[in-house]
């Protein structure tokens, strides 16, 4: 059960998110795709103008940082219009938007794929991950890693198949953290197992929790590692 009390509120300023109410129908999980800590992505957000940001985000520890109350918003999804239209919606600015408006989003902190070199995993800036760190995917990912980690991340636009991994904590405040949300905003916390691959349920804007994933074939985020999975699989009302 999530402990209200615990969570660590950030000094965001209005001017990065927008202060406006909009019926809540969809949770969507991220990861930073960032080194361990979240100062940077908070210190990056505090900067861009485009008021990009996400109401949580879940450190390694499990500590749980807010941004800005779940019932406003900030862009987080970046729909691409050109894949939108090719996907059947021609309302690609409305659409993006409004999606943006109705979901509440989560970043689990993490470096997301990884690259080997003589027996050690390195994300696409060259920090070593521990090996005890890494998840290893035997098949390849449907997801692959946006344009920015192609020429780090194996062999350009090929998936990756190795990740940190989302620790043991990260997972246990996710999983209290969404079923809080859920209740506060009535989502409905049914399993979605198209969430790991792009989602025309999730691009229609059905109530439901969902990952970077369902919505852009370019995202990695979040990959589907088996106890993440399983949490998933077994949220509570």
């Not at 090996?131 to 995917?137: C, L, R």
């Not at 098949?139 to 946006?146: C, D, V």
């Amino acid at each position: 059960m999530l402990d209200i009390t615990k969570i660590v509120q950030l000094e965001f300023p209005e001017s990065q998110y927008y202060k406006q109410e909009f019926t809540k129908k969809q949770i969507v999980i991220h990861h930073t795709a960032s080194g361990r800590g979240i100062d940077g992505d908070f210190t990056h957000w505090l900067t861009d103008p485009a008021r990009i940001a996400t109401a949580f985000i879940i450190g390694e520890d499990g500590t749980i940082y807010q941004l800005f109350s779940s019932k406003y918003w900030g862009h987080h999804l970046g729909l691409k219009s050109d894949f939108l239209k090719a996907k059947g919606f021609s309302d690609s600015n409305i659409r993006n938007n409004a999606l943006n408006q109705s979901s509440i989003a989560i970043e689990v902190d993490s470096w997301g794929p990884l690259t080997t070199k003589n027996g050690k995993f390195y994300s696409y800036t060259g920090t070593e991950v521990p090996a005890s760190e890494v998840y290893h995917y035997n098949k390849q990912l449907h997801t692959i890693p946006s344009s920015k980690y192609n020429d780090s991340i194996g062999e350009s636009g090929k998936p990756a198949f190795y990740y940190q991994k989302y620790s043991d904590a990260q997972i246990q405040s996710l999983k209290d953290l969404l079923e809080f949300l859920a209740k506060k905003f009535n989502i409905p916390l049914t399993y979605n197992q198209d969430m790991w691959n792009v989602s025309l349920n999730a691009l229609r804007g059905d109530s439901g929790i969902y990952t970077h994933v369902s919505y852009r074939n370019d995202k990695s985020d979040c990959h589907p590692q088996d106890n993440l999975v399983k949490m998933l699989q077994n949220l509570k009302p």
